[in-house]
């Protein structure tokens, strides 16, 4: 391969002696030095979460406690890396919220494998996992790092909830048919 | 068509498309053919039409015909004039008839589905993300054809009964129900058990149970397949999985010499459920309900998992070579299965021929009472095919008396036993002792418990194959979940054990290479090939059996008498 010389230009004095360097570069030590820092003490500063942000992948109870996840296994099926694993069951007839009949008895998250594309909160037709504001994922092992349904629901908590369409139903349920 | 016989079909007109059909077919399958779909709940090619749920609407019309000449009528293009009728018509209630022209697509036809739609959402639940149907629902399907996709309903929705138990087998969810009868119409006219009806009236009519009736006959779970949406579910499936995760596999219902074709949904490596396949010329689109248990024999505790000598786990290879010292040189006798594949029957038959050719082999008979549907008396799958491959010539007896005998006289050393439990047809624990037995099987059995050395296989969902039914029609079913970890695949036990016996040539364990081997040992097999059998089977000859007094009486799509005619003719 054929080489290429590059011609250099020769340095002037002032360069030559380094000092105007050194004294832009000493310029904006000082005004950094004076300015208020824009880095913060993590982890005992936190920042600000704004709305929208997609952090770990939680499940959520409506405000009644009751657990909003139908285990339809919409977000499995959505999920592209295949980081959900729901086991389906049926809700015993003698629960309070029998009337909903299906609820997981085993949901897992692997945050392994989780993109926090936010796509299974999209899909989730019971508005029953959100990617809230949890950024750090720490752990010692990998079955750590698969989330369970217990901890699932305690980083979910409670979320308002505008429809309360199970309560509508059980209520229309009790109130029985109009002419009937 | 051939010579002779002149083609009878007849030009019917879709969306301006000709189409040739025959004669009297149902518009909705005429249509289909088309490549075009007809919207439908009520209607199933297999039950009586009744016209009740409105969603097939579509225009049709006939070429006009002059009342009072009865000349044709034309256009000023010389084309015939149509005479279209002024209202929607129902297809399913409709035969093609000759030069009939049919509007699938127009505005009209649309607006009726949308309208028909509507009705059917007013009162129907919310309920897709609980319900089992979710993902093979027509109502799901069609709403999002023609689903508004907001209501206008804004008054009280009915409330109807969830959760009601129909049978031991089926749940129903009234409110999801869409009242289009074809669970009432099957139970009348298919399982000849009339137990359900439509009771009130009006948005308040409700499919139930008659009083004092259930829904337990051994067919009640084709009323779930049928219906269009989740208004039936399985007791069994319910709540299991999602359809949409399933790997469909197609398969054969092993229970009796009927082979319903069946669909395997399985979801990595674990079967959910069984449903029929449909087969005009075997189950039409049913399939008894005691055949969709099987598949948890696959996960059974009393599964063998592991090759054994005396009880000592052992490599596959031990065990085949001490099966093959205990086989040869000794009187053997052998004991196949009316529930092997063809082609293990095959490769039993050829490992007689390996030990000496002249070892005594049998077969355990199975039979039961047929119900004159799709459960045969012969409850074998296979017992066409040990006759077909040459692994014995006789029916199979259910009492192996001529074994017994054979082995209180001393005149037999050692046994090979593919798949059966000796104990369960007439020979003794003790007679059993006296020999040294090679088993090959699925499960444990108290033959397994006294045999020398024990040889894990496959069941039917782990491995592909073929069987023959009662109609000598050869299936084929495929392998739908990996076999248990450690357990040769495919046919290769057998392969592997003739391997071992001295055969002069291996045989690669695949199917359509022992095809290959059977073309030349089995006539009637002598041109077909395992990949050119059809997903619904194809009948070989059965004339070299038709002497044989099969125990199977009539059923659905088979009838003994015609059959051993034809053969005779
Ligand atoms: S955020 Fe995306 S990757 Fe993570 S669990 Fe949800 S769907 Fe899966
Ligand atoms: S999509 Fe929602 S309701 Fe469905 S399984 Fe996931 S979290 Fe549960
Ligand atoms: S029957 Fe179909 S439309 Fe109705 S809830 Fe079930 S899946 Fe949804
Ligand atoms: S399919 Fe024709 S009315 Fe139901």
Redesign the interface.
Known sequence: MATKVVERKPLSLAERTFLPQIVSGLRVTMKNMFKAPVTLEYPDERPDIPPGYRGVPTLVKDPNGREKC?????C??VCPPKAIRIT???IP?DAETA????APEEFEINMLRCIYCGLCQEVC??EAIFLQDIFSVTGTSREELVFKKDKLYALGGTLPDSHF?WDK?KA??L????H? | MSEGQEDKRIPIYVDGEELKVDPGTNLIDAVALAGKEVPHYCYHPKLSVVGNCRMCLVEMGMPGRDRATGEPMLEEDGSPKIMWVPKPVIACATNAAPGMHVRTESDLVKECREGVMEFLLVNHPLDCPICDQAGECRLQEFATDYGRGYSRFIEQKNVKPKRTRLGPRVMLDDERCILCSRCIRFCEEVAEDPVLGFVDRGSYTTLTAFPGKELANNYSLNTVDICPVGALTSTDFRFKMRVWFLKETDSIDTESSVGCNTVVGSREGKIYRITPRRNDHVNDTWMPDSGRALYKQVEAENRLTGYSIEGRPCSPDEAFSLAATLLKGHRAAIVGSGRLSVEEQYLLRRMREAVGGDAPTFLVGRTGEGDGKLLSADRNPNTRGALLTGLVDTLPKEDLHDLAHLIAEGEVDTLLVAGEDLTQAGVTREQLKRVQIVYMGTHHNDTSSVAKVEIPVLTVFEKSGTFVNQQFRVQKFAQAVPGPKGVLFGLSNYTRLLETLGSPRRIAPSPSNVWKEMAGDVPEFADLRFEDIPRTGTVVDDSRFAHLPFVEGPGFHFNPERAAETAGA
Not at chain 1, 70 to 74: K, P, Y
Not at chain 1, 99 to 102: N, P, R, S
Not at chain 1, 175 to 178: E, F, K, L, Q
């Open positions: 139908v285990s339809c296994q919409l499995e099926f389906p069951a049926e007839e009337h909903v009949e299906k037709p019971e369409k139903k229309d349920e109130a029985g048919n109009p009937h």
